[in-house]
């Protein structure tokens, strides 16, 4: 089924905890996701862009209670948050899932029955020590003084019946697949992660709970509660029409890209697969696992009080001064730091001075020596040629980062456009050109390279900055971006005729 024509590009984030508020890292992973929806967009590909939100669990039930609340009243509010944020950020998700909704519930019951029938789903008796607030459990060697390895916080002892999966029989499968698969698990280093794990002894799972009442019931055993993670996951089958809508389910799974943060690597490159070997379904085709933002070089703590709130980021600065900064500050995949002197330098030299400027002064240039009419330019040209070459490596310089995710590699490969103009502004001197009537041929040709230069930047710079390349298209008098979409509009020589606009700078300088 993946290999039909017209397969639908999938992309998805994590389906985020709304007992949890929403911060840097959240933002990160969404923006991420939305900046290769946007351009498999722009490419003229069909787009199912996934996000939503997890909303089962005991801790949420004990929540819930402590507020005088019942758990769905709870969820519904705080939902909110994420939608509010997705909206602040420009997300241009295709849809939202939230687990609670009856659609979900109805794929998790299928999709446990299934796995059921194929035998790999039993009866047993879970103990182990859990905690409720990683929603994690533990073996006792596990812990570290008694207290949970991840949080630090007490970890209590937990006997109760619990149906089983039998994830231990996938061990081998799943390491002959990672194996065959190089690009599956990325970056590298996370493949290399859970091929070790994988290396030592993969134990069944237990995926249901009788303690709470919050979550999904097991069919023909109401008394369980499916337990978080295998219900969680089923999300992404939920969203592409499991099981009612097999046809539309046939174009969209498997998921091209699950995108996630590193502290849930597990569960997507381990339990995920088993689930999916169990019910005879596709993997996706990547999980990319990112790093963890710091901030001004110490970790995110709601006690330190350091937690960075994108929405305040995105009232001082603009939404796509950050989303740049997100992805041109680190190799996504690392890890990054978040520091007022890095946003302020990226948005003083990159955007206002380098791409802001190069716009600015094209624009007032091509008004004056030229009426606002955007000149026409000889294909035979020595600049004119020259620029072409130099399209011709960053367009296949942007694929290939994009196709890796490699967003900072993207944004450098588009700053050889930005560069490259203003040196050619200052060597062809074009005010010098304007004085010489003989020189109109060369004026011409050096104003057109240019702003053919800032057509196609507006292009690649569309996925990651919306807002601002459809500025820039406005002030180039050309159509939006996404009115220009297909492989084709890449091509140098794209732009024919017109008059610029001139606008307000796209990037001031911040003092």
């Not at 380098?354 to 600015?360: A, E, I, P, R, V």
């Not at 890796?404 to 590699?409: A, G, P, R």
């Not at 700053?415 to 050109?433: G, Q, Y």
Request: a negative charge; proline letters at 5%; one cysteine or more.
């Amino acid at each position: 089924m993946n290999t039909t024509e017209n397969k639908i590009y999938y992309i998805t984030t994590p389906i985020y905890y709304v007992n949890d508020v929403p911060h840097i890292g959240h933002a990160y992973t969404t923006v991420a996701a939305d900046v290769m929806a946007r351009y498999q967009r722009l490419r003229g590909r069909e787009v199912f862009f996934l996000t939503g939100t997890d909303e089962h669990g005991q801790k949420i039930e004990k929540t819930a209670a402590a507020r005088g609340l019942s758990a769905q009243e709870l969820v519904d509010e705080v939902v909110e948050r994420f939608r509010h944020l997705w909206e602040v950020l420009n997300i241009s998700n295709d849809d939202f899932i939230r687990t609670s909704e009856e659609r979900h519930h109805k794929a998790v019951s299928a999709f446990f029955r299934r796995v059921k029938e194929a035998g790999k789903i039993y009866l047993g008796h879970y103990e182990d020590w859990y905690c409720v607030p990683c929603e994690t459990f533990w073996t006792e060697g596990q812990l570290e003084n008694g207290n949970c390895p991840e949080c630090g916080r007490p970890a209590e002892k937990v006997k109760e019946e619990s149906y089983f999966f039998a994830m231990s029989t996938f061990q081998q499968q799943l390491l002959d697949y990672i194996e065959e698969h190089p690009g599956f698990i990325q970056p590298k280093s996370k493949r290399n992660e859970i091929l070790g794990f994988l290396r030592e002894e993969l134990r069944d799972l237990s995926i249901s709970r009788c303690s709470f009442k919050w979550g999904i019931p097991v069919p023909d055993d109401p008394k369980h509660v499916i337990y978080v993670w295998f219900d969680a996951l089923i999300n992404y089958l939920t969203a592409a029409g499991y099981p009612d809508d097999m046809e539309r389910f046939e174009r969209l799974w498997p998921a091209d890209v699950h995108l996630i943060g590193k502290d849930i690597l597990r569960f997507h490159a381990v339990y995920w697969p088993t689930f999916l070997f169990a019910a005879g379904l596709p993997l996706p085709k990547k999980v990319f696992a990112h790093g963890w933002w710091t901030v001004e070089g110490e970790k995110m703590s709601k006690s330190v009080g350091n937690v960075v709130d994108p929405e305040a980021v995105v009232e001082e600065y603009g939404v796509d001064a950050f989303r740049y900064f997100l992805l041109r500050e680190v190799p996504f995949g690392l890890d990054g730091d978040f520091s007022q002197d890095a946003i302020r330098g990226r948005i003083n030299s990159e955007l206002a001075n380098d791409l802001g400027n190069l716009l600015s002064r094209t624009v007032s240039m091509v008004k004056k020596y030229r009426q606002r009419e955007i000149p026409v330019a000889a294909p035979d040209g020595e600049y004119y040629r020259e620029f072409a070459q130099l399209n011709a490596e960053v367009c296949d310089q942007v694929a290939v980062a994009m196709d890796e995710l490699s967003f900072n590699k993207m944004l450098a490969a588009a700053w050889r456009l930005v560069e490259r103009c203003n040196r050619f502004i200052d060597e062809r001197a074009p005010w010098a050109l304007a004085k010489d009537e003989s020189k109109a041929a060369e004026l011409d040709e050096v104003l057109y390279c240019v702003l053919e230069s800032l057509r196609l930047l507006s292009l690649y710079l569309y996925p990651v900055m919306p807002e601002k390349a459809e500025q820039m298209a406005t002030q180039l008098g050309q159509p939006a971006p996404l009115a220009q979409r297909g492989s084709e509009v890449f091509a140098w020589g794209g732009l024919h005729g017109g008059q610029v606009a001139k606008g307000k700078p796209l990037f001031p300088r911040l003092d």
